[in-house]
Structures are given as structure tokens and as C-alpha cells.
T-cell receptor, first 114, second 108 residues
Framework: EPEVTQTPSHQVTQMGQEVILRCVPI?????FYWYRQILGQKVEFLVS????????KSEIFDDQFSVERPDGSNFTLKIRSTKLEDSAMYFC????????????FGPGTRLTVL | RKEVEQDPGPFNVPEGATVAFNCTYS??????FFWYRQDCRKEPKLLMS???SGNEDGRFTAQLNRASQYISLLIRDSKLSDSATYLC?????????FGTGTSLTVIP
């Protein structure tokens, strides 16, 4: 069964450093998403991506964040200058034919900012 | 105002019990609805989509009431493996909104 994969599973970084989180969505999916979940809190939408551009972003997704689909398979989230409050689990998800369809989540990257 | 509201629980039920979870959403333009389950420190996994006519998948039944902006999930004959957090998810525009989740523990 196809699945979304994410690397690394755990990233530790110093405050102010740049991090890139990587995702490989399900191959025939067209919609891609990033979410974050701070420990003990709800899953929060960051950004959706379709047809090589951002289709929607939340208030959390400020200028420190960017997304890219550098090739036909990878989907990345970059945080330019990490803050302590960026520590969270980051989930990538992909969905099929329309933006209303079910999404399938990767296992997440736990980001710890020191 | 929260986009999606759920009773956080916890619900502690014996094996074999029937349990129901409720969820309300604020955006009347919401277009699609889902229940996910999330195990501790794991990713959300799709349980089922929720359709206007209601739908069933084995022991799980989901209902949607658009007029009341209300979604429910019924689990019959609870198993130990049903213990998890159940997330109500609503799509509006290109955003997906998650509830805080309802915690379920099924007790032997």
C-alpha cells in the first residue's frame, strides 16, 4: 500500500538555524500539505500546495516558512531561522484528485529547537 | 471562535460497549468531513469520510447534520485496539481544520 514518507524522523537544531524537513507524498496524489502539532495540542494546518504553488496558508505560515517541490517526488518545508516555539511534530500529508479529498499523513518529523 | 469543537473526554469504556463522539463546526461553507484516529505520538490515520446520508464501515457509523453543523461517530462493540484519540476534521476552502480530539480508552 502506498504511503507518505518523511525524513528525518527527529531533527534537533539550535535556535536561529535553518532546517529543511522532507516528505515524499504518495506518487499519484496532486495535493500536498504540511501540518504541525505542538506536544499535547491539536493538529494545525500550515500550508497546502497544488500545481506547484501554494493554494492556502495559515497565519502560522509566516515569512520564516517556505515550501518547495524541487522534483517530481519530494516536497519540502523550510524554516529559515528556527525559534524555540517551532518545536513540534511536523506532518506532511497528501491527497488525491481534489482539495476536498481524504488526506494521508506521513509519520512526522519531530523538531526540537534548543 | 474555534472552527471545530470536540469534547476532549476522556471516555473510558469497557470492551464491548457502544460509544459516541460528537463534533461541531463553525463554518457553514465547509465542504467535506472526516474522522481520523491518532495514537500517542503517531500520525493521524484516516478512519472514515462522513457523508450527508450517513455512512457505516463495520463497527463505525458516521453521521453529518449540515443544518446543525454537527458530526458524530458511533463505535459499536468496542475493542481494546480502539483506544486512541479521535479527531474530527473539516474542510473549508483549501484548509483542513482539526478538532482537539476525543480520547478513548477501552478497558478489558
Amino acid at each position: 500500500e502506498p504511503e507518505v514518507t518523511q525524513t528525518p524522523s527527529h531533527q534537533v537544531t539550535q535556535m536561529g538555524q535553518e532546517v529543511i524537513l522532507r516528505c515524499v507524498p504518495i506518487s499519484n496524489h496532486l495535493y500536498f500539505y504540511w501540518y504541525r502539532q505542538i506536544l499535547g495540542q491539536k493538529v494545525e494546518f500550515l500550508v497546502s500546495f497544488y500545481n506547484n504553488e501554494i493554494s492556502e496558508k495559515s497565519e502560522i505560515f509566516d515569512d520564516q516558512f517556505s515550501v518547495e517541490r524541487p522534483d517530481g517526488s519530494n516536497f519540502t518545508l523550510k524554516i529559515r531561522s528556527t525559534k524555540l516555539e517551532d518545536s513540534a511534530m511536523y506532518f506532511c500529508a497528501s491527497g488525491g484528485r481534489t482539495g476536498f479529498n481524504e488526506q494521508f499523513f506521513g509519520p512526522g518529523t519531530r523538531l526540537t529547537v534548543l | 471562535r474555534k472552527e471545530v469543537e470536540q469534547d476532549p473526554g476522556p471516555f473510558n469504556v469497557p470492551e464491548g460497549a457502544t460509544v459516541a463522539f460528537n463534533c461541531t463546526y463553525s463554518n457553514s461553507a465547509s465542504q467535506s468531513f472526516f474522522w481520523y484516529r491518532q495514537d500517542c505520538r503517531k500520525e493521524p490515520k484516516l478512519l472514515m469520510s462522513v457523508y450527508s446520508s450517513g455512512n457505516e464501515d463495520g463497527r463505525f457509523t458516521a453521521q453529518l447534520n449540515r443544518a446543525s453543523q454537527y458530526i458524530s461517530l458511533l463505535i459499536r462493540d468496542s475493542k481494546l485496539s480502539d483506544s486512541a484519540t479521535y479527531l474530527c476534521v473539516v474542510n473549508a476552502g483549501n484548509q483542513f481544520y482539526f478538532g482537539t480530539g476525543t480520547s478513548l480508552t477501552v478497558i478489558p
